[in-house]
């Protein structure tokens, strides 16, 4: 079981930038067992607004390869430092549609593609998940 703790949500201006950290501990993705358990993992970010579905925005596959919603597709940057079991998401030139609680997850096994990586991260038996961090972008 890992556990994910989010940080660095605040309130910024549009254009602004924020980084979101989730930090692991716990069986990580880094860890040993985790590699001789599971064939690689899935890494993501998502985020939520009050009344609405949980949204997929960023994914990090064990292969390093990433995914992205097209809603931050050139503004969003997600990346990991495996040497202390951080995931972050760089977020650029926000804009006040991105005002969200976000939540990062991570899953056993490698990510998939489409809407399969997504569903997957949110509904497998696997996946685990943080408390979410706010992110409020102003006008």
């Keep these: 079981q890992v556990h ?41 970010w998502f985020r939520q607004t009050p009344g609405k579905a949980r949204e997929g925005i960023a994914a990090l596959n064990s292969d390093g390869s990433a995914t992205y919603a097209e809603s931050v597709k050139g503004r969003f940057t997600i990346s990991q430092d495996s040497a202390k079991n951080t995931l972050y998401l760089q977020m650029d030139s926000l804009k006040p549609e991105d005002t969200a609680m976000y939540y990062c997850a991570a899953r056993a096994n490698q990510c998939g593609s489409g809407s399969l990586l997504w569903f997957l991260l949110l509904h497998e038996e696997s996946s685990n998940w943080g408390q979410g961090t706010q992110v409020t972008v102003s006008s």
């Design 4 to 44: 994910l703790v989010e940080s660095g949500g605040g309130s910024v201006q549009a254009g602004g930038s924020l980084r979101l950290s989730c930090t692991a501990s716990g069986i990580t993705w880094t860890s040993d067992v985790w590699a001789r358990t599971y064939s690689g993992y899935c890494l993501g």
